[in-house]
C-alpha cells in the first residue's frame, strides 16, 4: 500500500494528542461527578510494557479469543488488518491463526497497547463489541427473512441483482427473475431513527427511478422497518412517486413480515 494514504499508525498518530486529552478530562470528569461512590479495588491487571512481542504473539496463538479484546483496546479494526499487513477475512471473534500470523499481528499490535489494562475492564470491552456485533446479526437477519419470505409466497423466484443505470452501480435488495428484465424490483430498508428518514427516503426514490430507467415496465416495491408506527403515514407520502408501485411496513416479528410481503405482492401483482 502506498505510504501516500496512510497506515492505522498514522492516523492513531494524528489523532492521539486530542485523545490524551479527552482521555485526561473523561477521568477528572468522572471522578468528580462520582465522588461519594468512588472504591479502591483489587483487581488482576495485564502488564503489556513488560510484555515482548514474541510473549504477546505466544498469548494471541493459544488463546486466539482474546484478539478481539485487545484490538478494541487499541482502536484496531480487521479492516486495519488486512489493508497494512495483508492478513484478509479475519474473523476477530473467532479468529483462525497460524503462527506466523499470530507474529505479526503481536509485533503490529504491541505499539498500540497502553502499559496495562485490568481483566474486567478488558472482558467488558469484549462484552460491548459482541452484542453489537449480535444485533447486527439479528437485524441482517430480518433482511433475510423479507427474502425468504418472497420466495415462498411468490410464484417467482427472487434474487439480489445488481444493475447500472447512467453509468452507476446499484442493487435490488430483491429483484425477479434473476437474469433478463426485471419483473418485480424490492428494495428493503431499515430506517431506525427519525434524522435518517429524509436521506433513505431519498435512497429508496433515486432506486426506483433508476430501475425504471432501465426497465420502464417493471414493479418497484419497498419494505420498510420504522418503528415510529404514527408516522408511518408521512413516510408513505414521502414515497409517493410514480416509479413507486407498492410500500409495506415490517416490523421484526415472522408474522409483520409475512403479512407485509403478502400485501407487497398482491399489489404489485395488480
Same mark, same amino acid.
Given at each position: ?66 484478539? %478481539?479484546?485487545?484490538? !478494541?483496546?487499541?482502536? @484496531?479494526?480487521? /479492516?486495519?488488518? #488486512?489493508?497494512?499487513?495483508?492478513? $484478509?477475512? *479475519? ?97 428493503? %430498508?431499515?430506517?431506525? !431513527?427519525?434524522?435518517? @428518514?429524509?436521506? /433513505?427516503?431519498? #435512497?429508496?426514490?433515486?432506486?426506483? $427511478?433508476? *430501475? ?59
Amino acid at each position: 500500500m502506498s505510504s501516500e494514504y496512510g497506515t492505522h499508525k498514522d492516523f492513531i498518530g494524528l489523532v492521539e494528542a486530542s485523545a490524551n486529552e479527552r482521555q485526561r478530562a473523561v477521568e477528572k470528569a468522572l471522578k468528580e461527578a462520582f465522588s461519594h461512590h468512588i472504591e479502591r479495588k483489587e483487581v488482576e491487571v495485564i502488564i503489556f510494557s513488560s510484555m515482548t512481542a514474541s510473549d504477546l504473539s505466544e498469548a494471541i496463538f493459544s488463546k486466539p479469543e482474546v484478539l %478481539k479484546p485487545l484490538f !478494541a483496546s487499541c482502536n @484496531i479494526a480487521a /479492516r486495519a488488518v #488486512e489493508r497494512d499487513l495483508g492478513i $484478509r477475512n *479475519l474473523d476477530t471473534y473467532s479468529p483462525r491463526l497460524n503462527k506466523d500470523q499470530a507474529g505479526i499481528i503481536a509485533g503490529y499490535m504491541k505499539q498500540f497497547l497502553p502499559g496495562y489494562l485490568e481483566i474486567p475492564t478488558l472482558a467488558q470491552i469484549d462484552r460491548v463489541y459482541f452484542i453489537d456485533s449480535e444485533i447486527r446479526k439479528l437485524k441482517g437477519a430480518w433482511e433475510k427473512g423479507i427474502l425468504a419470505a418472497l420466495n415462498e409466497y411468490s410464484e417467482s423466484e427472487f434474487h439480489k441483482r445488481t444493475l447500472v443505470a447512467n453509468g452507476e452501480e446499484f442493487e435490488l435488495d430483491a429483484a425477479t427473475p434473476l437474469k433478463g428484465e426485471i419483473a418485480m424490483g424490492i428494495d428493503v %430498508k431499515r430506517i431506525e !431513527a427519525r434524522r435518517d @428518514i429524509h436521506k /433513505r427516503c431519498d #435512497e429508496i426514490v433515486n432506486k426506483a $427511478r433508476q *430501475l425504471k430507467a432501465i426497465y420502464p415496465h417493471s414493479k418497484f416495491g419497498v419494505v420498510v422497518y420504522y418503528p415510529f408506527i404514527e408516522e408511518h403515514v408521512n413516510v408513505q407520502n414521502r414515497l409517493r412517486s410514480p416509479d413507486i408501485d407498492g410500500v409495506v411496513f415490517a416490523s421484526q416479528s415472522d408474522e409483520s413480515i409475512t403479512n407485509a410481503v403478502r400485501m407487497l405482492l398482491s399489489t404489485l401483482k395488480q
